[in-house]
């Protein structure tokens, strides 16, 4: 199949059938790139800060409409659902429109949701205005600024991942109270406003969100020969002599390197559905930390209410130094991102299970730094862990997707809670060891996608030295 020759900045369409190579925008890995940091890490504050802030408006919910607790956290339930369902469509809309565009919509739509529901006069409508349609602004301005970074950066993505990703356990830890300082000066009304006012303040960063400059192309591969009007890829073999020599992958029997053109051929492949279901495992595992581990402190340790909420803060905390530790080791182990990854998720799923034996506040302040620095681990390196494995090209919409999973899991995970903690006996222990469980198994599905890629290399390998 022929290739049109084009001049550098023009790009081509990889075909999974043939040898041609498409041409990728260059990470300039810094420069611009950092200002996409900072930009990316103001809108975690603010979308993670609306996102984990819902439960604060409780009490306000539940005496202005007279309404259950069950019925208020349905708010909560849906802002979650939206928050990360919606991650198919943003991930669509990153790849047609741009990550500006996307974030700049986003902080719109959340914004005036906010403001809408300060004007509701029924919880339903509180139900749609600050759980689904937030949600929906949120989720936009989440995927669009995870998705900008790691297009900005390739040698240092994990580092810059980590570093944007952390502004999530800024929003977690300063907006809490922050929130609930302003409904005791202002009223649930006049915060809803504010909160409003500052999710449009995401309108600013979002249009620093830039894409790279189309003079800055390269090569997906470094190495690249013409053969009869085709372009195939070359891969450096060793020589005894120590040298290296190129030889092309696809004259190698099941060695060329896997090509994901579009979803459809991502949906297909194993991998892809072995990491939703590790990510649908882990977000059902995390919910209920995230959701119960207030209520367990003071209704089955007896623990102070104000201390109790200390908790949270050093959780929050834990999550902000999880997400800028493991960025750095992962970029300082490039290689291992994926071990980290499954080693930190079955860490705190183990954690999680056994905190039940804890009897005072100093063992969940332990608790909470485990969990809070694997919670945050998880969110730096899953953006790593899907470049490894399907490439840059469609990060966006297979974020989203992923998202999606992410979405069933917290709109199902926090009833299903709820619903154990009442047939136990109105105690938390149940639920943390089955959650604890659920983390666990949700990391070790991550270990038969590193297994496999760890056959696969060493299967190249050997083909490699056959070869010569």
């Known amino acids: 199949m022929g290739v049109k020759h084009e001049e550098a900045a023009s790009a081509t369409t990889i075909s999974p059938n043939d040898g041609r190579t498409e041409f990728q925008p260059r990470a300039p890995d810094g420069g611009f790139g950092w200002v996409i940091v900072f930009a990316s890490f103001m809108q975690h504050v603010l979308s993670i800060g609306i996102a984990y802030t819902v439960g604060v408006y409780y009490p306000f919910f539940m005496e202005k409409f007279q ?29 047609k429109i741009g990550t500006a565009a996307v974030s700049f919509s986003g902080s719109i739509i959340a914004g005036c949701a906010c403001c809408a529901a300060a004007y509701s006069h029924s919880i339903y409508i509180v139900i749609v205005c600050f ?67 500052l999710a449009l303040q995401g309108c600013v960063f979002a249009l620093l969100l830039r894409p790279i400059p189309p003079n800055e192309k390269c090569k997906k591969y470094n190495d690249v020969i013409e053969s009869k009007n085709e372009r195939i890829p070359l891969q450096k073999a060793p020589l005894d002599d120590g040298s290296a ?40 595992s995390s919910m209920g930390p995230l959701v119960f581990l207030y209520n367990r402190a003071v209704l089955d340790l007896g623990v102070e209410p104000m201390q109790a909420s200390y908790v949270l803060s050093i959780l929050g905390i834990a999550n902000t130094c999880g997400r800028l530790l493991f960025g750095a080791l992962a970029n300082r182990f490039p290689k291992s991102s994926l071990y980290l990854l499954s080693g930190t998720i079955m860490t705190y799923g183990v ?13 969940l302040a332990i608790y909470a730094v485990i969990f ?60 943390f060891v089955l959650k604890g469980i659920l983390g666990f198994v949700g990391g070790a599905v991550l270990l038969i996608i590193a297994l496999s890629r760890y056959r696969r290399s060493r299967y190249m390998s050997m083909v490699a030295e056959t070869f010569y």
């Not at 019925?71 to 198919?88: I, K, L, N, Q, R």
């Not at 190698?252 to 051929?265: D, F, I, W």
């Not at 069933?408 to 619903?419: E, H, N, T």
């Open 351 to 363: 954690a999680t299970a056994f905190s039940v034996l804890g009897t005072s506040f100093w063992s």
């Open 131 to 197: 759980g689904l349609i937030a949600g929906i602004g949120s989720g936009f301005m989440f995927i669009a600024s995870v998705t900008a970074v790691s297009r900005w950066f390739d040698q240092k993505r994990p580092l810059a991942t980590g570093i944007a990703v952390s502004g999530a356990g800024i929003g977690i830890f300063v907006c809490a109270p922050f929130f609930r300082l302003l409904i005791d000066h202002y009223g649930g009304e006049g915060a809803l406003l504010i909160e409003g006012g």
């Open 245 to 284: 020599k190129p030889f092309p992958l696809m004259m190698l029997p099941n060695c060329a390197p896997k090509v994901y053109e579009t979803m459809g051929s991502v949906v297909r492949s194993r991998t892809f559905w072995l990491f939703a279901v590790s990510q649908f495992l882990t977000f059902v």
């Open 67 to 95: 309404v259950t607790s069950s019925t208020a956290a349905w708010v909560s339930a849906m802002h979650f659902a939206t928050f990360f369902g919606m991650g198919p469509v943003s991930g669509w809309l990153t790849n």
């Open 372 to 431: 809070g620095a694997g919670y945050g681990c998880m969110f730096a390196l899953t953006t790593v862990v899907l470049v490894d494995l399907f490439g840059i090209g469609l990060f966006g919409p297979i974020y989203g997707n992923i998202g999606l999973f992410r979405g069933v899991a917290a709109l199902a995970g926090p009833p299903f809670a709820g619903w154990l903690i009442m047939a136990t006996g109105q105690t938390h222990t149940a639920v």
